[in-house]
T-cell receptor, first 111, second 116 residues
């Protein structure tokens, strides 16, 4: 079945760039998502990319997709303490809800 | 506009008790989902629904039942709770598949369930 893997922890200093990586196994994946979860809250969609794209930029967020290697990354420029959260990578074939999620990367931003 | 609302937010059950978690959405979404999230793990799909009156099994359906009698509500039931069902449960909803960006899933705030 589908599998999505992420590293569990990332720590950066405020103002630095953060890069969170994700690999997936299903070559049929059409939609690839990054969600953010703050403590005690549900998941919030940050950004997404279609499988026919290789890059998407949205303000401080840059998503890179290497479809050949099934590798997805999320870069956060000028990381702030408010960016501290768990970031989930997810993939789906048809729609966002029925997705396969990674285990999440806990991003800690140190002042 | 409330989005996706889950009730209750917290619950403690004894082993063998039953309960129902309610999810309500006011966005007229066709698709609704129940996930569980365990420490250090991603979300795992329990059951989902592609429209009123329909339900389907997800990745981890055992021990749970669901119903979608009204489009805006999706109920998750535990008939006989077990300690292994201690988890945080998230409901989500989304538009019908194939609508581009509208496939974004909107999540509720979660229900923290402890079974002792």
């Amino acid at each position: 079945g589908e599998d999505v893997e992420q590293s569990l922890f990332l720590s950066v200093r405020e103002g630095d760039s953060s890069v969170i990586n994700c690999t997936y196994t299903d070559s049929s994946s059409t939609y690839l998502y990054w969600y953010k979860q703050e403590p005690g809250a549900g998941l919030q969609l940050l950004t997404y990319i279609f499988s026919n794209m290789d890059m998407k930029q949205d303000q401080r967020l840059t998503v890179l997709l290497n479809k050949k290697d099934k590798h997805l990354s999320l870069r956060i420029a000028d990381t702030q303490t408010g960016d501290s959260a768990i970031y989930f990578c997810a993939e789906s074939i048809t729609n966002a809800g029925k997705s396969t999620f990674g285990d999440g990367t806990t991003l800690t931003v140190k002042p | 506009n409330a989005g996706v609302t889950q009730t209750p937010k917290f619950r403690v059950l004894k082993t063998g008790q039953s309960m129902t978690l309610l999810c309500a959405q006011d966005m007229n979404h066709e698709y609704m989902y129940w996930y569980r999230q365990d420490p250090g793990m991603g979300l795992r799909l329990i059951h989902y629904s592609v429209g009123e009156g329909t339900t389907a099994k997800g990745e981890v359906p055992d021990g749970y039942n669901v119903s979608r009698l009204k489009k805006q509500n999706f109920l998750l039931g535990l008939e006989s709770a077990a300690p292994s069902q201690t988890s945080v449960y998230f409901c989500a909803s989304s538009y019908t598949a194939g609508q581009g960006m509208n496939t974004e899933a909107f999540f509720g705030q979660g229900t923290r369930l402890t079974v002792v």
